[in-house]
């Protein structure tokens, strides 16, 4: 019912190429005293899938810095069955303000997902001891909530999504969820708009999320690196060098495996490149994103890369082949001149690190990086294209609006105004210079921001906090 994710390590010092000295040394002096004062505690971090998704991501660069820093941080994932992960797609729409699949909420629901929080429990509450510490990320295992506080754990549960104004659909999830993670010592939402009523007000913490810089996803690559990668990817075929990058354990890594392509030919090798990368979600609106695109971004240079894993990968994301079908039919009826320059990737999801270097190729190929959400909690590939120079065109929802401001980068107000979107692209794909300007900036306001020191930090915060309450 549980595994334990393999966690890397890598170093903090790291960070001193990216950081300013005052701001690295800060950092430095705090991995110092977490290491120190945490000796002999396990910061253990529950989600319900190793890869695909922003959580997943987060965490396997945040615990291996942390391992790296001499912190004894550990990865355990929970299985479950269909029903569960139906029942907790369900809610993690529902969290969105959207209904999903509009089942219900009940009786039977609670038992599907008490049995699954259970059996998890009975495996993991062995391995802790007095004090450590749990960090419970997301609906899916929080029914270990409790248990995990039983058995001695000092315990927070970390929700990654949210609506800037709750509606009745979130409010059903709250009640689903709030006697489950009522026993947490902390609360952690990524925006304050995001904490639940019902929650005690002084056991909230905002803790925006970050993007590690030296991850596969983030780390710099050679124009001529990025064309290969894309060329051995099967996406863009231009160029065939060394397709090398690091992985997150600091080894070297090679893309070998080869997208699923949906498209009438490949996108030109000189095109102006708009892209999307995002699961098959429809509250990533990939519908949305094709339709304003093919409608209001008529220039024929100009090609539309949607991109989200290969679907039968992601283990707790139902929806993935369904919405990913929803797309190809979209795309399969676009008139012919519009189809010919949207292109629909299905990325290999063999290896992490594989996946996220094509991810990191495909958002520096970008002339503009998109994220047209309906919903978003924070939205890690904008803070990853920002962090790339990159020129976003976003919608003003959640955690995006922490991300992009006037001068970062381009906000459409409204998510479902494919008119707005179509035109914010076209108009950013003729002013280039724009465009390089707004990314300047994007970078670094990520670089002030959303990086994995200033995330760390708060978390040692939150980790003082709950001793001193002892
Ligand atoms: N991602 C990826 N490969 C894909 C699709 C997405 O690596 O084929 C990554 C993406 O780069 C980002 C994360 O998955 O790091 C998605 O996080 P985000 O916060 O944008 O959305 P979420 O999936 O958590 O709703």
Redesign the pocket.
Known sequence: MISHVPVGSMLPEHFQEVLAAEASAKFLQAVDEARRELGGVVIWNINSTP????????LRSLLAYARGGGVDARWVTIGGNADFFHLTKRLHNHLHGAPGDGGPLGDAEHAVFEDVANKAASELTPLIEEGDIVLVHDPQPAGLCGPLKEAGAKVIWRC??GLDRANDLIREAWDFLRPYVEPADEFVFSRLSYAWDGLPKDHITVVP?S?DAFSP?NQEMEPDVVRAILSVAGIIPDGDGATTFTRVDGTPGRVNNRAVMHEVAPTPADAKVVVQ???W?R??DPLGVIKGFAERVDSPEAHLIY????VEEVADDPEGAEVLEEARVAWEALPPGAKDRVHL???P?QD?DE??A??NAL?RRADIVV?K?IA???????A?AMWKGRAVVATRIG?IQDQVTDDTGVLVDDPLDLDAYGDAVAALLEDPERAATLGAAAKERVRDHFLGPRHLMQYLDIFRELKSRD
Do not use: W
């Open positions: 890869k695909g998704g922003g959580v997943a991501e987060m990654h999504i999320p993007i996803k990368v995002s699961r979600d509250l990533k991109a989200g894993p290969a990737a299905a990325l999801m992490g996946n996220a094509i991810v958002q994220q959400s978003e909690g924070f939205g890690l590939t904008v990853e955690g």
